[in-house]
């Protein structure tokens, strides 16, 4: 499985970006998907994650009721959909894969099995 991240740039406070993230094979479906982020000098953080069929979301305190996560399985792509970002929200954003069945998606990466490259978030005040 190869999971390609883009969408990332610079964006002032308050404004919006959408991240997606598409994958390689016909099991996309089938795989929990989450998005991840590492700012500077931080550990990486769980930031979202959705279920296989896209019906159970989840979310960090730090990003609820602002970003949304969504998946188009036909397309094989799962989107972070950012809106009312601050200079705290830069970071590298990943994407990961989990091929274990769940309902949830796990706010842990290393119950993920295959990440994306990255693409970088930048915030401006």
């Known amino acids: 499985v190869q999971l390609q991240a883009s969408g990332g740039g610079l964006v002032q406070a308050g404004g919006s970006l959408r991240l997606s993230c598409a994958a390689s094979?016909?099991?996309?479906?089938?795989?929990?998907m989450g998005w991840f982020r590492q700012a500077p000098g931080k550990e990486r953080e769980f930031v979202a994650g959705?279920?296989?069929?896209?019906?159970?979301?989840d979310y960090a305190d730090s990003v609820k009721g602002r970003f949304t996560i969504s998946r188009d399985n036909a397309k094989n792509t799962v989107y972070l959909q950012m809106n009312s970002l601050k200079p705290e929200d830069t970071a590298v954003y990943f994407c990961?894969?989990?091929?274990?069945?769940?309902?949830?998606?796990?706010?842990?990466?290393?119950?993920?099995?295959?990440w994306g490259q990255g693409t970088l978030v930048t915030v401006s005040s």
């Open positions: 959705i279920n296989r069929s896209g019906g159970a979301t």
């Open positions: 094979g016909r099991t996309f479906s089938s795989y929990t």
């Open positions: 990961a894969a989990d091929t274990t069945y769940r309902y949830r998606a796990p706010r842990v990466g290393y119950e993920y099995d295959y």
